[in-house]
């Protein structure tokens, strides 16, 4: 599921996001039940993810790609 992990970031004690780059995906690992979750599969038709960035006051994902972009991405139950 992960191929070229770039970035991780922690959302809570329990959950972490991980930016794959060469398959153009974002997911969710759960340590404690050694889960992962695809949250985003080739976001916007975009190349190669690079970084990304929580914000939790304001509940929004910020995720890099390739380019001279940043998208935006509202985040629902964050604890």
Known sequence: ML???Q?????NTD???????YNY??????PSTNSMTVLMDK???TDKLRYLCVCKEQTKL??????????????SGLN
């Open 3 to 5: 191929n070229d992990p």
């Open 7 to 11: 970035r991780i970031t922690s959302l």
């Open 15 to 21: 959950q972490l996001l991980v930016c794959s780059s």
């Open 25 to 30: 995906k974002v997911v969710l690992i759960r």
């Open 43 to 45: 976001p916007r038709g």
């Open 62 to 75: 910020y995720v890099a790609p390739q380019t001279d972009e940043i998208l935006v991405y509202k985040l």
